[in-house]
């Protein structure tokens, strides 16, 4: 019998066994029924116990924790996990939007009560160099972050010259970090180093790109492969190929989880050894395939969400015993002051999940040899790690299998293109620019988008095609007009792109003020005369197409925004529009303390709670000129930069 076919027949059974039967359900019913309703909502989900006799006993077995906190430490797991959220982005972006947090979002939490209780203002972590964030947003800027997710990218201490493989990245928080540690100098478009971020996953894959693409790097490839087999890459090195070795490799494994219980309630009731003893293997073999891709003199930080020594410790002592010496477990007990850590096991048994208990390898019966294997335990002899040297196994001889979409290929520009000479010419582009990592995702018709990678990544790319699956790289940086050889110049510049493009540009640039950027970011197609008379100066005499709109902070004025901004504008025949998506608008005005409404006026421009730039032209003026494609406006919903879009003529 169905589901709801059961329910209907004890709908039925109820209404009859009521007094007063019919007459009562006719008059009375819809009461009967709500009330019913209400008593079983008001009932929920049934609550987890959170509680597991297997867990407490194996971990009081294993003394994870000292002597005495036994009962704190359970306690703690039964408390809710506390929101820890991060900003990031550009540093001079990040320190705006901390210090519009902290002066204007926080300061209005302080008296706040909420129940009767007393809301506490968001602290930062006194270990964490990463910046403390409150609001999420798709822009980047603030993440949802847990507080030790972002420990392991802190030990990798990543500089910007660095090759960091992030072995199995999704969801893509860690990657994230590790982007920005690339960009810490934001005056380098181009950093030496760059991410290479893998998920076994096909369709996590593409939320890992997502995730990487709101930080807007060229020094980002996401790839898909089994992390414990993952291929050695070759680069062209003075014309010589070489294997590419990472300096830094994070090595984030899948695990069972059981530290993430107070956040994965179901851990509660599902527990047990079964999951790292099935684990084990895996996290090994990453691990030393991670191993064999370092560097010498890199790092590789290890990590789980588990407290179980299965997963933590044994594989590390395998690891370390494997490497015959060439690796060493480095001492980083000083690189996070202020954080609360207690130093891993030495000695730990293992147990199986009916409870029977196995000290050493030598005492597993034949029968437990598939579950149980000898690296689950610690060494005998410590000593011996002294004294070893990494094994270097040859990559997987098997051919490489390739699930999921067939990607577009990624094509290289040729330096005789006759596409090119135009938009260097339009932009004044610096002869320095690298005109060489300009990329497309066609082999057939027009080129409607360009992107462009480090010189790096490009070396990557062009020697390793038939080696990985590439899911996506580059950030695109100039987009097809339709109409654009009416401007000189067949393409516009892409807002995603911008911060790595305008170092090169010389051309086609207009200084804004603070007032400008207001009215630009909240109305559709301002006119001239509602811009500066120092911006209006600079664009009356300026051809018709793409520009760049650049705001520099006035020392002079501290009140106004201190980070510099730059913004992708098109000017028209009497007016400038922006060509900046959604949530980047939302971001810039946002830092510049302005509220916009959900609510958009009939004209697609924003509202804003000050009247120093009102988004509604006086009577009588169109919003727009003929023509013009409407952006994204702060309120809208339409998807921005569209690859296609026509510019106001």
């Given at each position: 019998m ?12 109820q209404?009859q ?75 001079s ?50 993440s ?7 420990i ?92 590419l ?12 989880g ?9 851990v ?8 790292s ?9 990453i ?53 609360k ?30 579950q149980?294997?000898p ?25 490489m299998k ?53 010189k ?6 062009l ?40 170092p ?23 006119f ?38 730059v913004?992708?504008?098109w ?5 400038i ?17 302005l ?14 709670d ?7 032209p ?32």
């Open positions: 169905g589901r709801r076919s059961r329910g209907r027949r004890l709908q039925q059974q209404q066994q009521r007094p007063g039967g019919a007459e009562d359900s006719a008059e009375g019913g819809g009461k009967r029924n709500d009330a019913v309703g209400a008593r079983s909502w008001e009932g929920g989900y049934p609550e987890i116990i959170k509680e597991n006799k297997l867990f407490e006993h194996y971990y009081q077995e294993l003394k994870i924790v000292p002597e005495g906190e036994w009962d704190q430490f359970m306690a703690a797991l039964r408390e809710p996990l506390p929101a820890t959220l991060r900003i990031t982005g550009y540093k972006h990040a320190k705006e939007i901390l210090h519009c947090l902290k002066n204007k979002y926080f300061k209005e939490l302080e008296d706040l009560e909420v129940d009767g209780q007393k809301v506490e203002v968001p602290q930062p972590l006194s270990w964490c160099a990463c910046r403390l964030a409150a609001i999420p947003a798709e822009k980047g800027n603030i949802r972050q847990e507080a030790v997710s972002m392991p990218p802190l030990l990798l201490n990543a500089h910007p010259h660095h090759k960091i493989l992030d072995m199995c990245a999704a969801p893509g928080s860690k990657t994230a970090q590790l982007i920005e540690m690339l960009h810490a100098d934001m005056r380098v478009p181009f950093p030496e180093g760059f991410v290479i971020a893998n998920d076994v996953d096909n369709k996590r894959c593409y939320l890992l790109v997502h995730q990487a693409k709101r930080l807007s790097s060229p020094c980002i490839m996401v790839v898909n492969h089994d992390a414990s087999c993952i291929p050695r890459l070759q680069m062209d090195v003075n014309g010589r190929k070489e294997i070795f990472y300096d830094r490799i994070l090595c984030d494994v899948p695990c069972s059981d530290g993430t219980m107070r956040k994965n309630i179901d509660w009731k599902k527990w047990t050894t079964l999951n003893l099935q684990l084990h293997g895996l996290q090994l073999r691990a030393t395939r991670g191993a064999e891709q370092l560097v010498e003199g890199g790092r590789m930080v290890y990590s789980t969400c588990s407290l179980n020594p299965i997963e933590d410790e044994a594989v590390i002592a395998s690891l370390l015993e494997k490497s015959e010496g060439a690796l060493e477990l480095a001492d980083v007990s000083s690189e996070l002051p202020g954080l850590w207690m130093p891993g096991l030495s000695q730990w048994k293992v147990m199986t999940k009916d409870g029977q208990w196995f000290a050493e390898w030598d005492d597993v019966p034949r029968g437990r040899h598939t149980i294997r690296t689950m335990f610690p060494p005998r002899d410590p000593e011996k790690l002294q004294a070893m040297h990494l094994e270097h196994c040859p990559p997987p001889s098997k051919k390739l699930f999921g979409f067939k990607e577009d290929p990624f094509v290289f520009i040729p330096e005789d293109d006759p596409l090119f000479p135009p938009i260097q010419k339009f932009y004044a582009l610096d002869p320095s620019f690298p005109k060489m990592n300009l990329l497309t995702r066609t082999t057939e018709g027009k080129k409607r988008q360009l992107y462009m990678v480090s790096e990544l490009r070396n990557v790319l020697n390793n095609s038939e080696r990985m699956k590439v899911i996506n790289t580059g950030i695109k940086v100039w987009c097809r007009n339709n109409s654009g050889e009416e401007f000189d110049c067949a393409f516009r510049l892409a807002q995603e792109g911008i911060y790595t493009l305008y090169f540009i010389n051309s086609r640039i207009i200084t804004v003020s603070i007032e400008d950027v207001k009215i630009l970011l909240t109305q559709e197609n301002p001239f005369r509602k811009l500066s008379s120092e911006t209006y100066s600079q664009a009356k005499d300026m051809a018709k197409g793409s520009v760049v709109l650049k705001y520099e902070p006035d020392p002079t004025k501290p009140d106004t925004l201190r980070c510099p901004i913004l992708c504008g000017r028209g025949k009497a007016s529009r922006t060509f900046v998506p959604k949530n980047e608008r939302l971001h810039y005005l946002r830092m510049m303390g509220e916009v409404s959900a609510e958009k006026k009939k004209d697609g421009a924003a509202q804003m000050e009247s120093t730039a009102s988004p509604v006086p009577d009588g003026e169109a919003a727009a000129e003929p023509g013009a494609e409407q952006p994204a406006s702060p309120g809208a919903s339409t998807s921005s930069d569209p690859a296609g879009a026509g510019p106001p003529r």
